[in-house]
């Protein structure tokens, strides 16, 4: 396993911005987007959360964190309108700047899509959120010349997967993808429906801060998400 991680990515340029973005609510944008900056934070590199989402869940994550007094801090900033400038500022400041977005819109989008160096777009299997992620593969397969390398890291992870469905489901959704989204990059490893998730967002902890008695299994397929999205790195 080669040594991906932020601060290796970060000694050959120190900007990195990571997006948690889809069209649909409730795919798992904003627990992701906390998650993974907490993640960051506990390998010793430094993570801001920039939540350009109305309906401010990273922002109230965040509220809840310092009420209850835990560190680190993990700083999120409210950017509601055009949040690129702003980004691309705390990115000359933070090792990783963890964007979350819900993307209707495409102004929005294709500013994001240009400065992104991974784009996380986290999916349930349900057909709704498949044909969302269709929708969204194309605004992001319009916006490919734009970015600097001509290719927007763009990777799918599926999220809130059952433990008591048929594998089938998962395997079908990954086809369905595959077969509407030539190229599409769908992560191998998958986070499941558990409660520890919820507990997370209501703790104000990223999953990998909770207990390991109680999220043990939670934290093991985050870290095979958050190891295997940096692998798509644009600078990785
Ligand atoms: N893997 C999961 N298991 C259980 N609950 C989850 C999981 N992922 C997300 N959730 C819960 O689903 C809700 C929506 O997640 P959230 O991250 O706010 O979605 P989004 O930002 O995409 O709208 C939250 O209550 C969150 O705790
Ligand atoms: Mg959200």
Partial sequence: MLP?????????SN???IVTGHEKGGTGKSVLAT??????????ATAVVVDTDATATS????????????????PVVQQLV???PAIIELATKYDAVVVDVGARDYAKLRDLA???DLWIAPTTVGQGD???TVRLFEAISEFHALHKNGKIPFVVVFNRVSSTWNSSEELDAREFLEQMCQG????????????????AGRLGLGVSEMPSREAAKSIEEFESVYDEALLHHSKS
């Fill in 184 to 199: 599409i990059v769908i992560l191998k490893s998958h986070i499941k429906e558990r409660k520890a998730w919820r507990d």
């Fill in 130 to 132: 498949l044909t969302s």
């Fill in 114 to 116: 240009r400065i992104c």
């Fill in 35 to 44: 998650s993974f900056a907490a993640r960051v934070i506990q390998s010793g």
């Fill in 4 to 12: 991906i991680t932020l601060e290796f990515i970060n000694r050959k």
């Fill in 15 to 17: 900007m990195s911005v």
């Fill in 82 to 84: 055009n949040p690129a």
């Fill in 59 to 74: 922002a109230g994550w965040n509220a809840i964190r310092d009420s209850r007094n835990i560190l680190p801090v993990v």
